[in-house]
């Protein structure tokens, strides 16, 4: 990808792989459903670039990289599309034992924007993930500098938005640490966070989708979420202050 070209990125959050484990060829396979023409076939390496992946499918059930699989491409330059997933040592909550993360580059493009949904869910029920999130390349140093940390006095996030719990503070798994555009919420993370009321969540429920594993797919904005647009960082706002579980704001 050039430096001119910016994505789309997913992540999703999920118990570590543990022994004859399927989901990352569901994931892969997941996606390739989502993103029509995608053939995600091709890994890479430092000395020889673009190395195509015969027995991609025998490959991922068997190699566990990393303890998750290891790093997939398509084979178009100008729509670089990337699929990895590695276990994180850090757990989701305080205590909480390591997890398996999944993290997809999009092209942001019309094509991208418009598979991001599929996508996300794919990648969330293919994971059994207990949350995740699609945004924009550069979102997440927005978010850094949410997150509180010792020493901080007064803690003024940008935007106006509201301070977060460091992820290793976060009271229980489930609990996401923050919003993205697009937000996977498994079925344990919605009852965490309340979610749905038919009455408040009216409008959210207008953008969301239930997924076949009892999870939702929720998006805040039609496109990509921009914090310089200020019905987005309204929309954004409220949703913050609809689910005060998330980011750990409802406990001490």
Not at 15 to 38: F, H, N, S, T
Request: with cysteine; glycine share 10%.
């Amino acid at each position: 990808m050039s430096a001119e070209q910016k994505s789309l990125n997913v992540v999703v959050y999920a118990p570590a792989l543990v022994g004859d484990e399927k989901r990352p060829l569901a994931i892969a396979q997941g996606m390739e459903r989502a993103l029509r023409g995608l053939r995600l076939e091709w890994t890479t390496s430092e000395k020889d670039g673009l190395i195509a992946l015969p027995n991609r499918d025998e490959g991922i059930v068997t190699d566990k990289a990393n303890g998750g699989f290891f790093f997939l491409c398509n084979d178009d330059e100008n729509h670089p599309v990337t699929l990895s997933g590695w276990e994180n040592p850090d757990g989701l909550a305080a205590g909480g034992p390591p997890h398996f993360q999944v993290s997809v580059s999009l092209p942001l493009d019309a094509v991208g924007i418009a598979a991001a949904v599929d996508v996300l869910e794919a990648v969330g029920d293919g994971a059994r993930a207990v949350w995740g999130k699609a945004s924009l390349d550069g979102y997440g140093g927005v978010v850094a500098q949410q997150f509180r940390r010792q020493g901080d006095k007064p803690h003024v996030p940008p935007y106006g938005l509201p301070s977060l719990k460091r992820p290793r503070d976060n009271p229980a798994p489930e609990i996401p640490h923050y919003l993205g555009w697009l937000n996977y919420w498994s079925a344990a993370t919605a009852r965490a966070i309340g979610f749905p009321d038919p009455v408040r969540d009216a409008e959210l429920l207008s953008r969301a989708r239930l997924t076949a594993t009892g999870g939702w797919v929720v998006w805040l904005t039609d496109m990509p979420l921009d914090l310089d647009n200020p019905a987005h960082l309204d929309t954004l706002k409220r949703a913050y202050a609809r689910f005060p579980e998330i980011g750990g704001r409802s406990t001490p």
